[in-house]
């Protein structure tokens, strides 16, 4: 079982800047992508990024593309999310999780989430 806790999130104005963690435990070695997804009230999630565990590889939805960057750091343990020139489109809460298959900007491609980190973005 692979546990994940994100942090990093907070309340910033449009154009600022936040970095989410994820530090993962547990039995990992199965995992084989890493990703960010977010969700805001009323909406339904969102795929953010994905990063490849074996290949490195990421991918971004279009709509973060150019503002985000995701990262791993595999000596601590712990994924990243670089966020860039906030908007305010990009409130919600973000989760990290982790698939042992496919690797797509997909939920369902991932079977361990962690509790979320809330970005809040205000003018």
């Known amino acids: 079982q692979v546990q994940l806790v994100e942090s990093g999130g907070g309340s910033v104005q449009t154009g600022g800047t936040l970095r989410l963690s994820c530090v993962v435990s547990g039995n990992s070695y199965r995992t084989t992508c890493m990703g960010w997804f977010r969700q805001a009230p009323g909406k339904e999630r969102e795929g953010v990024a994905i990063?490849?565990?074996?290949?490195?590889?990421?991918t971004y939805a279009d709509s973060v593309k150019g503002r985000f960057t995701i990262s791993q750091d595999n000596a601590k343990k712990t994924l990243y999310l670089q966020i860039n020139s906030l908007k305010l489109e990009d409130t919600a809460m973000y989760y990290c999780?982790?698939?042992?298959?496919?690797?797509?900007?997909?939920?369902?491609?991932?079977?361990?989430w962690g509790q979320g980190t809330q970005v809040t973005v205000s003018e």
């Open positions: 999780a982790a698939g042992q298959y496919y690797c797509r900007l997909r939920g369902t491609d991932f079977s361990n």
């Open positions: 990063l490849s565990t074996f290949t490195g590889s990421t």
